[in-house]
């Protein structure tokens, strides 16, 4: 059993639709992430949240809007999104490091597949 | 910048054989991490081993063990008695003081025959 808990598993949606994923550890870690990982490639960072606020932000359109609520909750709302947005989305967690993240290795969820019409 | 290379799309192995799966790395940092994840048909991301550059010692996790070569920036992982189970896609990362994120090579998929 995965210790972070995404859903849904699988969404279907318009392109006019506001539909919203969601990503949950009780780990107690203070970092999570949002991957976008397309078919047969590696995974490719959008978001960082780091103590509850937004650390990095990859450039990515704002048809994505991250929010994280508390320090065990992390949603990505989704708006207006486009047919290649489909592709699987990972959400992760990790401790805080001492200065940084980068020596803690981060904890995947299962995933939240999502296809869009 | 730093860069992740794995040359092998895909490798494949006999039960309980054993199989090198090679990763190559770029960086001018002396400080940084390197992660094997594996990822199998269900989707979840599991971390495999974590080597710490500054640390010579190879890391082992049971049947799971790398050949970290600091100087010639290469870092494999070897499975030992590989079992049906073990078939996944494999992603070798890095991550540093300064990128603080992971960057992941493009993957080796692992197929494991009986």
């Known amino acids: 059993d995965t210790e972070v808990t995404q859903t849904p598993k699988h969404l279907v949606m318009g392109m006019t639709n506001k539909k919203s994923l969601k990503c949950e550890q009780h780990?107690?870690?203070?970092?999570m992430y949002w991957y976008k990982q397309k078919a047969k490639k590696p995974p490719e960072l959008m978001f960082v949240?780091?103590?509850?606020?937004?650390?990095i932000n990859e450039s990515v359109p704002s048809r994505f809007s991250p929010e994280c609520p508390n320090s065990s909750l992390l949603n990505l709302h989704l708006h207006a999104l486009q047919p290649e947005d489909s592709a699987l989305y990972l959400c992760?967690?990790?401790?805080?490091?001492?200065?940084?993240?980068?020596?803690?290795?981060?904890?995947f969820g299962d995933g939240t597949r999502l296809s869009i019409l | 910048a730093q860069t992740v290379t794995q040359s092998q799309p895909e490798m494949s192995v006999q039960e309980a054989e054993t199989v090198t799966l090679s990763c190559t790395y770029d960086?001018?940092?002396?400080?940084?991490?390197l992660f094997w994840y594996k990822q199998p048909p269900s989707r979840q991301m599991i971390l495999v081993i974590r080597q710490e550059a500054y640390k010579q010692q190879n890391a082992t996790e049971n049947r799971f063990s790398v050949n970290f070569q600091k100087a010639a920036k290469s870092f494999s992982l070897k499975i030992s008695d590989s079992q049906l189970g073990d078939a996944a896609m494999y992603f070798c990362?890095?991550?540093?003081?300064?990128?603080?994120?992971?960057?992941f090579g493009t993957g080796t998929r692992l197929q494991v025959f009986p």
């Open positions: 992760a967690s990790s401790q805080e490091g001492v200065v940084r993240m980068f020596n803690q290795p981060q904890h």
């Open positions: 780990m107690g870690h203070r970092a």
């Open positions: 990362a890095y991550s540093d003081y300064n990128t603080d994120k992971l960057i």
């Open positions: 949240y780091s103590y509850e606020k937004l650390s």
């Open positions: 960086t001018s940092e002396s400080d940084y991490y």
